[in-house]
């Protein structure tokens, strides 16, 4: 199945790494689906990462997380590179 990846990236002032949002459209023959709000984070001397979105809560006093969407792993690999590229593209970084 072809489709594209189309990255809206915005970057963000808040608490370090984060750094920024992305918005992530896939689109197909059949439509659209769009992930909304994948965190880019980078520390300096690091290289930037980025994550699907995903829920935090306390559990017996330690912070979890839970993926609200799970991609195959390469079409998640695919996007997570796409939001990076871009990321890198507009920060001017590795």
Do not use: H
Not at 62 to 87: C, M
């Amino acid at each position: 199945m072809a489709f594209e990846i189309k990255i809206e990236l915005a970057q963000v002032s808040a608490k370090p790494p984060l750094r920024a949002l992305a918005d992530v459209t896939l689109c197909f023959s059949e439509g659209e689906v769009t992930v909304r709000r994948c965190p880019v984070f980078a520390k300096p001397g690091d290289l930037p990462w980025a994550t699907l979105p995903r829920l935090s809560f306390t559990k017996k006093g330690k912070k979890t997380y839970v993926q609200l969407l799970d991609l195959p792993s390469d079409l998640k690999q695919r996007v997570l590179t796409a939001v990076l590229d871009e990321y890198r593209r507009r920060s001017n970084t590795r």
